[in-house]
């Protein structure tokens, strides 16, 4: 989730609140709104990406 900050800038939050808080995690701040969008899909590659299996 991408919001507009008073400053100009944007910040991406997590888009599930913790139970705890009741907050949303801070996942980094961009001057434009371009970047936060590519940092976005750049954490839901590797939230989805699979870890490959180690053969010993």
């Given at each position: 989730m991408i919001r507009k900050l008073?400053?100009?800038q944007y910040r991406l939050y997590s888009r599930k609140k913790n139970p705890k808080t009741g907050l949303r995690r801070d996942l980094g701040t961009f001057a434009t709104r371009k970047e936060a969008e590519q940092h976005e899909r750049a954490v839901e590659y590797f939230k989805h990406k699979e870890t490959p299996v180690r053969q010993d």
């Amino acid at each position: 989730m991408i919001r507009k900050l008073k400053s100009g800038q944007y910040r991406l939050y997590s888009r599930k609140k913790n139970p705890k808080t009741g907050l949303r995690r801070d996942l980094g701040t961009f001057a434009t709104r371009k970047e936060a969008e590519q940092h976005e899909r750049a954490v839901e590659y590797f939230k989805h990406k699979e870890t490959p299996v180690r053969q010993d």
